[in-house]
């Protein structure tokens, strides 16, 4: 059995992390008093089926960076240390098998909560997870899908994306307002994103 009691898990593409991630992240550590948060970038998401922008080691780069200062963050690889595509019920499979006997809380955008159903086993995911959820501006609080069960964060939504921030990246425009400043910096030295 494991000593800590709460686990959240926090998938994504994260093609760069940016402040919304970062508010998701603290709203739920703060929240729900989860003792660790694992930030999960995906190798391949199945809702995003053409390759990511930047490369694996640079999401993560960028992602250690941006939680190096919050307490009780890892950034985990095991998506990434997997072939083919990143389902959320291997994720959460790993994270019970390493952390037995914890409650496990899956974070997610406003935006997938509709989208639940049609994640792989999506019966036994429902089982095994509390769905935790940031609004995000322009999505409306809706009820969980059964069997889902969930539940929406206080935390303030965020008018950020990871798309959005690509195009002003590509364009050459700071992005100092939309990231926290130690990936301004290292965005700038990486020029990861002007190309795509
Ligand atoms: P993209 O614009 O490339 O689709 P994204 O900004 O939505 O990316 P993801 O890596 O897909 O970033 O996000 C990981 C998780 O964080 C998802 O569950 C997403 O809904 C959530 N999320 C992203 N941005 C915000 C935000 N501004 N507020 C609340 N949740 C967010």
């Known amino acids: 059995m494991s000593d800590l009691r709460s686990i959240g898990i926090f998938g994504g593409t994260f093609d760069?992390?940016?402040?919304?991630?970062?508010?998701?992240?603290?709203?739920?550590?703060?929240?729900?008093?989860?003792?660790?948060?694992?930030?999960?970038?995906?190798?391949?998401?199945?809702?995003?089926?053409?390759?990511?922008?930047?490369?694996?080691?640079?999401?993560?780069?960028?992602?250690?960076?941006?939680?190096?200062?919050?307490?009780?963050?890892?950034?985990?690889?095991?998506?990434l240390d997997r072939p083919g595509v990143s389902y959320t019920i291997d994720t959460v499979r790993a994270v019970e098998a390493r952390f037995a006997g914890t409650t496990l809380y899956c974070l997610i955008g406003a935006d997938h909560v509709a989208t639940l159903p049609q994640w792989r086993e999506a019966e036994a995911l429902a089982a095994m997870v509390t769905f935790v959820v940031v609004p995000r501006p322009g999505t409306a609080e809706e009820l969980f899908p059964k069997p889902f069960r969930g539940r929406y964060l206080r935390g303030e939504p965020m008018a950020i994306s990871a798309s959005e921030l690509r195009v002003r990246l590509r364009n050459g425009e700071s992005v100092a307002d939309y990231v926290p400043p130690t990936v301004a910096q290292l965005l700038n030295s990486m020029q990861i994103y002007s190309e795509n």
């Open 16 to 79: 760069p992390v940016h402040n919304g991630h970062v508010m998701v992240a603290q709203a739920a550590l703060k929240e729900l008093e989860l003792d660790r948060l694992l930030i999960v970038p995906a190798a391949q998401s199945p809702f995003k089926p053409n390759q990511t922008h930047a490369a694996a080691a640079d999401r993560v780069a960028l992602l250690e960076v941006a939680f190096d200062g919050i307490a009780r963050c890892e950034v985990d690889r095991q998506e």
